[in-house]
């Protein structure tokens, strides 16, 4: 449709190249909704009549309902659009409707207007998978477990403390999403091709009927900048290494060494040829689907780090990452809150790990510490009674008053004292007097539920008062279209 400068049409296999038609799909709809917002304002500003906008705007009813499976010449589905509403409204009107306007702040608002509605799925998902971590958190705040450093046995700890530190993981991911909306939520449109416009459109008021909060002011700025999608595409790829690593959690504690927890049948798969297999697949996908979700962060940071300002072709593949992206995160978080939901956890076996391990040593060392050995001469009291404990294939309540007498090397304590202090030393009782902000500590947990408890409700708050933001502005810009086509 614009090729009057030069000669000749694109051969097949070049315009396939070239055109960004199979991408543009998911955008579609925004684009008409552009289109239509774009089209009131020029009829409110007098650069286009009544009659004009009223075929203009019928042409893009009929596309809305459509589905646009042309065989065409277009590049993109902004060139499409416009040829069907000039095909539709006839040239004296139709050919108005890309007055003021470019493709080049044309695709810059479509990518803002899928972005913003992904951000506020995305963030209703997470907020979701937080409450299913905070609501097991709750059922299990008496579960005690081993935590780990090293993949070794450190700590005795609770599995609650383990969900609650997934959950607030997700709570900073869900707050990047969050406050990023906020900037993509500005109106590139009427930016023009580079350096905008001298006929008098007006931008506030298309940015108000589409329902941003503001405008991407700068004209240059508006129709270059990508770090909008950057942006969006990195607080992905930092969502699923979080998610990654709690797949990784899962499948270690789901194998029959740990059986820590036992994946619900629903959300594994089995083997073509061994029977007995019970494989964690949607949990090492989520592995594997970070990557490529890295993989997107790459392309877009890659692309854009060396164009030069104002539009420039290269950019077209920067939405080619959005809806993949988005795709991948939001499909991740629903089939893990899933799982979460259905998992089970093996009480008794995360006891025995505890039971047949040494993660009560530090807490030991501080009920010395709390006699007034220093922590130094504690640590290598406790240090000597694993290694005797551990020579002997015991467990340290195991070990007899007489195995303490060599241990206390600078006689700190009296060696019965120090048996009475093991004996009396339980994974309870240390859960009981853990108290430090933030530890495993069973007041904590309690404390720490609570509070996140409150935090969901504002997120989610926000995040539906954002939809029913978009949702109403849709709603009055269809209104104002359909009456003036019934006037
Ligand atoms: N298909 C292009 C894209 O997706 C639209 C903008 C084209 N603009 C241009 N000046 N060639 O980025």
């Not at 239509?36 to 304002?41: D, F, P």
């Not at 927890?261 to 594994?268: G, P, Q, S, V």
């Not at 007034?372 to 020579?391: D, E, M, T, W, Y």
Request: proline share 3%; hydrophobic share 40%; aromatic share 6%.
């Amino acid at each position: 449709m614009y090729r009057s400068r030069l000669d000749g049409k694109l051969d097949d296999v070049t315009l396939e190249f070239l055109s960004s038609i199979s991408d543009d799909e998911v955008f579609a709809q925004y684009d008409i909704l552009g289109s239509q917002a774009h089209t009131l304002m020029l009829l409110e500003n007098k650069i286009i009549t009544k009659q004009e906008a009223s075929k203009i705007l019928s042409a893009l009813e009929k596309i809305k309902k459509e589905p646009i499976s042309e065989k065409s010449e277009a590049e993109d589905i902004h060139e499409l659009i416009e040829s069907i509403v000039v095909k539709k409204a006839g040239m004296d009107a139709g050919g108005k409707m890309h007055t003021a306007r470019s493709r080049n702040d044309q695709v810059a608002l479509d990518m803002r207007m899928k972005i913003r509605d992904d951000i506020n799925m995305v963030c209703f998902c997470i907020n979701q998978t937080i409450e299913t971590l905070i609501t097991l958190a709750e059922k299990n705040s008496n579960v005690i477990m081993p935590l780990y450093t090293h993949m070794q046995q450190a700590q005795v700890g609770l599995f609650s403390h383990f969900l609650l530190a997934y959950a607030d993981a997700l709570f900073r991911d869900l707050d990047r999403f969050y406050v990023s909306y906020g900037r993509v939520n500005e109106s590139p449109l009427g930016a023009g091709p580079v350096g905008g416009t001298s006929i008098p459109i007006d931008r506030q008021s298309t940015a108000k009927m589409l329902g941003f909060k503001g405008l991407v002011e700068n004209s240059i700025d508006a129709t270059t900048s990508r770090d909008f999608v950057a942006e969006y595409v990195g607080n992905a790829a930092i969502l699923m290494t979080n998610l990654s690593r709690m797949a990784e959690d899962f499948i270690i504690w789901s194998t029959s060494e740990f059986s820590f927890i036992e994946l619900a049948d629903k959300f594994t798969s089995t083997s073509s040829v061994m029977p007995q297999k019970k494989n964690p697949d949607i949990l090492e996908l989520i592995r594997g689907k970070t990557a490529q979700v890295i993989g997107y962060q790459m392309a877009v940071l890659s692309n854009i780090k060396g164009l030069p300002s104002g539009y420039n072709r290269d950019l077209q593949q920067v939405k080619v990452s959005i809806w993949p992206t988005s795709k991948t995160i939001i499909s991740s978080l629903l089939v893990v809150n899933s799982l979460l939901k259905t998992m089970k956890i093996n009480e008794n076996r995360l006891r025995q790990a505890i039971d047949g391990g040494y993660s009560i040593s530090l807490d030991i060392a501080e009920a010395l510490v709390r006699k007034g050995i220093p922590f130094r001469n504690s640590h290598k009291i406790v240090g000597n009674l694993v290694q005797k404990a551990s020579n002997s294939k015991k467990s340290l309540t195991e070990l007899s008053p007489e195995d303490m007498k060599d241990v206390i090397v600078g006689g700190e304590i009296d060696p019965k004292d120090l048996h009475r202090i093991i004996q009396s030393t339980t994974p309870e009782y240390s859960l009981d007097t853990r108290k430090s902000q933030g530890s495993s500590g069973k007041h904590e947990q309690h404390r720490m539920i609570e509070n996140r408890k409150r935090k969901i409700q504002a997120y989610m708050t926000g995040t539906g008062k954002r939809t029913s933001e978009v949702r109403e502005s849709f709603e009055a810009l269809n209104k104002a279209v359909l009456s003036l086509l019934h006037e």
